[in-house]
């Protein structure tokens, strides 16, 4: 089932259904089991926290996804996040976060049967900006991911009084607002994952004095993450905040398996001829022919061969009718985003001559999840490099992607 608040148009969606029909057809009735037993709840591993004067965060590792609430109490202040689970599997827990800043200490307990409650308790003013489950993937556990930002005193007294009102009216299950302002719950806002290329062993484009694509592109992932939560209107996840290496297929599957509504996967890349500069942003075209557009996706998709792996094949199913159908709408949602996105660029950043561009990038590649790839500019030319490494240009970058993300998905809401 379609979860709340994902994105998809009427077209790709009545045609499913009719797949569907037309497959339950042959398939005869499914008699429900009588009695059948309901699903175990999951447990919570694990949980930790980091903190810093200007943030914290909490992650929580599940052994699935499982639903989740928070809320902010006063006298004293504290933030208590509830997950829905049966137990947590090591013994209950307090103590201080690592690190310094907002949290105190914090205690992890089981609340109920089927509750978990962390209760941080606040040394400052403070507020959840953010908040979302990521699923299991290659043998890491599901995670609750909680980012904890400052709030004003009145900030706070305000939250504390309407979940108190909340939690009256409507039980243990009220969940707060999260920082930027928007009224939807949680899980109605998109989530766009951003994918910093390279990383871990794989520099990336890297210039005469050192300095690498895959630093350029995971700051820059992260002022643009910023920005979007900063909005209220989007979840967003990175598939590394680190200097990590992931495998090209690790990144797609991270989308895929999260149910993104937009993956953003963020470059800046090199070509022999070093007067070749500005952004551009791609969608995927597995028989693209621009000579260069084909070296860049070329080296980009060599990342997995040098470091010792080799990339796997597009599996058969990709002629699949129902998948067939769904490619195609996910080519044109992709390539709306890069329109969305160039137009906001093109006051303000100097854009290479025909800036929306496709070419067979293997991290484009999921068939239902709309895709871009932005080049940030040419870490071979010399004004490009000088654009990167300036916080400014960066700042001023990362807001009109934010912008056209935003223009993209109102475009979305407007379709009939």
């Known amino acids: 089932m379609q979860e709340p608040g994902r ?11 009719l797949f569907l029909v037309v497959l339950l057809a042959f398939a005869g009735p499914v008699h429900a089991q009588d009695g059948a037993t309901p699903p175990a709840l999951p447990n919570v591993i694990d949980a930790r926290i ?4 200007e943030r914290a965060r909490l992650v929580i590792d599940l052994a699935a996804r499982t639903e989740f609430s928070f809320v902010s109490l006063d006298e004293p202040d504290r933030l208590a996040i509830d997950v829905r689970a049966g137990t947590f599997s090591v013994p209950e827990t307090e103590g201080a976060p690592s690190g310094e800043g907002m949290i105190s200490g914090y205690v992890i307990e089981q609340a ?33 991911v909680v980012d904890i930002i400052p709030a004003t005193a009145e900030e706070f007294a305000a939250n504390a009084e309407r979940d108190r009102t909340a939690s009256a009216n409507a039980g243990p299950a009220a969940v707060s607002t999260p920082a930027g302002g928007s009224e939807l719950p949680i899980a109605t806002r998109p989530l766009v994952v951003i994918d910093p290329g390279h990383g871990g062993i794989d520099s990336g484009a890297e210039t005469p004095d050192g300095i ?11 002022r643009l993450q910023e920005l979007l939560v900063e909005s209220g209107r989007f979840d967003v996840a990175l598939t590394r905040e680190t200097d990590t290496y992931l495998r090209l297929e690790e990144r797609v ?21 070093p007067e070749i500069r500005g952004a551009s942003v791609y969608t995927r075209d597995e028989n693209a022919t621009d000579v260069l557009d084909k070296v860049l996706a070329d080296t980009e998709n060599r990342s997995d061969v040098i470091a010792g792996f080799v990339m796997p094949q597009i599996g058969p199913a990709a002629i699949d009718i129902l998948l067939d159908l769904m490619r195609r709408e996910m080519r044109v949602q992709s390539f709306m985003a890069a329109q969305s996105i160039v137009h906001q660029l093109e006051p ?19 068939p239902d ?30 807001e009109a992607i934010a912008r056209g993300i935003s223009t993209y998905f109102d475009t979305l809401k407007e379709e009939p």
């Open 212 to 222: 690498r694509e895959k630093d350029i592109v995971l700051a820059f992932s992260k």
């Open 112 to 144: 109920a049967p089927d509750r978990v409650r962390t209760t941080l308790t606040l040394s400052a003013p403070a507020q959840v900006q953010q908040a979302y489950v990521l699923d299991p993937f290659d043998g890491q556990p599901a995670r609750l």
């Open 348 to 366: 303000s950043v100097a854009l290479r001559r025909f800036p929306v561009r496709q070419a067979d990038f293997f991290v484009l590649q999921a």
């Open 50 to 53: 980091t903190a810093t004067p």
């Open 253 to 273: 599957a991270l989308a895929r398996n999260n149910k993104a509504d937009l993956l953003i996967s963020i470059h800046a890349d090199s070509f022999q001829q």
């Open 369 to 398: 999840v709309p895709s871009v790839l932005v080049e940030l500019g040419f870490m071979s030319n010399p004004r490009d490099v000088a654009n990167l490494t300036q916080s400014d240009w960066r700042d001023r970058t990362a």
């Open 7 to 17: 994105v998809l148009p009427t077209t790709i969606l009545t045609r499913c259904l």
